[in-house]
């Protein structure tokens, strides 16, 4: 199993950028949950958005109304559609899979804690700057 993350980059606040998480190894349709999270420097991991193959969604306060998470199965591919982004929102971005326990989160409008993942991708570095 493994997840691709990629999309990162340099934005001006306002901005958009849209993140992508490639898996591999196992379908989006099997029972899963796919997060998105982040770390400043300095700050610890955060649980920012989750989707799950049974249609449950999470997103965090601060990026609720801003960020959209999708998904394609037929390029299995989760999605995060960053708008209106903010100098706050700097951050290395990575997603994780999860099964049973993280759906139950989701499912509860809780954000998984990152040791409710199995699978990590690589971090994408994400920077709203003017």
């Known amino acids: 199993v493994q997840l691709q993350a990629s999309g990162g980059g340099l934005v001006q606040p306002g901005g958009s950028l849209r993140l992508s998480c490639v898996a591999s190894?196992?379908?989006?349709?099997?029972?899963?949950?796919i997060g998105w999270l982040r770390q400043a420097p300095g700050k610890e991991r955060e649980g920012v958005s989750c989707?799950?193959?049974?249609?449950?969604?999470y997103y965090a306060d601060s990026v609720k109304g801003r960020f959209t998470i999708s998904s394609d199965s037929a390029k299995n591919t989760v999605y995060l559609q960053m708008n209106s982004l903010k100098p706050e929102d700097t951050a290395v971005y990575y997603c994780?899979?999860?099964?049973?326990?993280?759906?139950?989160?989701?499912?509860?409008?809780?954000?998984?804690?990152?040791?409710?993942?199995?699978?990590w991708g690589q971090g994408t570095q994400v920077t709203v700057s003017s």
């Open positions: 994780a899979g999860g099964g049973y326990t993280a759906i139950t989160f989701v499912v509860t409008k809780r954000s998984p804690s990152p040791v409710e993942y199995d699978y």
């Open positions: 190894g196992f379908k989006l349709e099997d029972y899963y949950a």
């Open positions: 989707t799950t193959s049974i249609g449950s969604t």
